[in-house]
């Protein structure tokens, strides 16, 4: 039996999206035309484009880890736009791929929403690209406040701002002693992190403390006194936390522990760019981290179909490394200088429609809610009843809260105008054509921003792009890359790559 779980959200201003019965009354017929058992059912209120400030969202992404029975499945109408950053959208998905779920919509079945994905997460990439490495009015003013060395963004746990310069923030930087001071001792991360969030302390973020929080903070020169801006390090220029000393030897002994892997559930802390979208041919399921040291101690590292896991499917495991190189060089295949241009143009004139189009809703939705309110004052007006006029007021109390939450949106959404041209969205790509294929940032930002889904069979390949629903294919050997053996690298020969 196959079980799922329904997410919708609700918003209470719209006058064009489905209500939330609609929404969940189709899901439950798409959950029963599937054979899917529904267990359960998480509904917010779409009140912002901020995913992690809902509150049922985060809590169904919790349950999908030891929620018993265990779901399979999260439905959704539609696919929405959870917030305005790749980032997030990448992190639930591998959250619920990780926990071997996956997201179904009844009205958009991949890979028909290709063109939308790709400008979505086109979008973000191109914002990030830009914020970081070409914001001029930005960069100028960032410059100007390291020459003073005061603070040019967020700071690292410890510190504090006080009129725009960089000082100790004690029970921060009390925090950030113990931590190097128990990492040299072989205290593990996980009670570290413990004993951090027991007493009270908190990340520079305001969150508790997890086995990620650590890498950043035991290899920030800051807490020697360094300040660094665009790669340009200046040494005791602010207040030290750390001594070079206790430095050196965190350093050193993560130099040591880089060359033995961590365990984790695929044998290692490597990252596995395809999580969430590579798919089992046979059986269409998840293909997910997996691997193991073999008796020679070296590790080797693969993608399992899920459905293997559960004894449902027999399709072998892939080479991890193997099948993550054709599928970033076939991305790379993707960036020829025509369809750089095509793209550009795409992303550009998708983008400005949708936000102008939500404006436009959002408007005419206000436009009808102070008509609304001004019906109500004039029927109060003329009201002499004492019940009904509270009740009026009642109406027009709500009324105003709609118009409130509106008018928030409409801010919201006029803010967010996309200013790239066309000619800064090809540079982007360009940028991206030339990139390093062995940095791992560069694989995983080719593959999120360019790939749908992929579907591994016993003779091929076929990667659905966000630039075409017509999928390319490549035909591969895999008789050496199948399996927990050690044989030689397959070989693969494109056969078709699908214009966008």
């Known amino acids: 039996m196959k079980f ?57 992404i919790r349950d999908s880890k030891k929620q018993r029975p265990k779901f399979e499945y999260v439905i959704v109408y539609k696919f929405d736009r959870y917030a305005r950053n790749l980032k997030d959208d990448v992190k639930y998905r591998d959250i619920l791929a990780e926990n071997d779920v996956e997201i179904l919509s009844v009205k958009e079945e991949l890979p028909d929403t290709a063109a939308g994905k790709l400008m979505r997460n086109m979008l973000a990439a191109i914002n990030g690209f830009y914020s970081d490495n070409l914001s001029e009015n930005i960069t100028d003013g960032l410059k100007t406040n390291a020459e003073k060395h005061l603070t040019t963004g967020s700071l690292p746990l410890g510190f504090k701002s006080c009129d725009k310069k960089i000082v100790i923030d004690e029970k921060g930087a009390e925090a950030v002693r113990y931590i190097f001071k128990k990492y040299v001792a072989d205290v593990s991360i996980t009670d570290i992190a413990k004993y951090l969030n027991d007493k009270g302390y908190r990340t520079s973020r305001g ?66 760019i395809l999580t969430g979208i590579l798919r089992c041919g046979k059986c269409k399921k998840l293909m997910t981290a997996y691997g193991g040291t073999s008796k020679t101690g070296k590790i080797h590292r693969y993608y399992k179909c899920n459905g293997v896991k559960k004894h449902e499917c027999d399709k072998k495991s892939v080479r991890k490394n193997w099948i993550e190189d054709l599928v970033v060089d076939a991305c790379r295949n993707v960036l020829t200088d025509e369809n750089i241009k095509i793209i550009a143009k795409e992303v550009v004139e998708a983008t400005t429609t949708e936000n ?26 003329l009201c002499e009843d004492d ?54 940032q560069y694989r995983r930002l080719l593959v999120n921003v360019f790939v749908n889904e992929i ?32 044989g030689v690298q397959g070989c693969s020969t494109m056969t078709k790559m699908a214009p966008p």
């Open 4 to 60: 799922g779980v329904i997410y919708a959200r609700y918003s209470s201003h719209s006058q064009n999206e489905q209500t939330i019965e609609t929404q969940v009354q189709e899901c439950e017929a798409y959950a029963k035309k599937n054979n899917i058992t529904i267990v359960n059912t998480y509904v917010d209120k779409a009140l912002t484009a901020t995913k992690d400030k809902r509150t049922n969202f985060l809590k169904l």
């Open 207 to 272: 969150g508790k403390f997890n086995k990620n929080s650590f890498h950043t903070i035991l290899t920030n020169r800051r807490y020697l006194g360094s300040y660094t801006f665009k790669g340009n390090e200046e040494a005791d220029v602010l207040p030290r936390i750390i001594d070079d000393d206790l430095f050196n030897k965190v350093q050193e002994k993560l130099a040591r522990n880089k060359k033995i892997p961590a365990k984790s559930k695929a044998g290692d802390e490597v990252e596995y």
């Open 356 to 381: 102008r189009d939500i404006l436009k809703e959002l408007k005419s939705n206000l436009k009808k809610a102070e008509k609304s309110k001004a019906n109500l004052f004039e029927t109060l007006k």
């Open 387 to 440: 019940d009904l006029r509270r009740e009026f007021i009642a109406e027009i109390t709500k009324e105003n809260a709609i118009i409130d939450d509106l008018k928030a949106q409409i801010e919201k959404e006029s803010n967010f105008t996309y200013e790239k041209t066309e000619l800064e969205v090809m540079f982007f790509l360009s940028q991206l054509q030339k990139g390093n294929v062995n940095d791992i």
């Open 455 to 486: 579907y591994l069979y016993d003779d091929k390949l076929k990667i659905f792009f966000n630039t075409s629903n017509i999928p390319a294919e490549v035909t591969v050997d895999l008789v050496d890359e199948l399996g927990e053996t050690e």
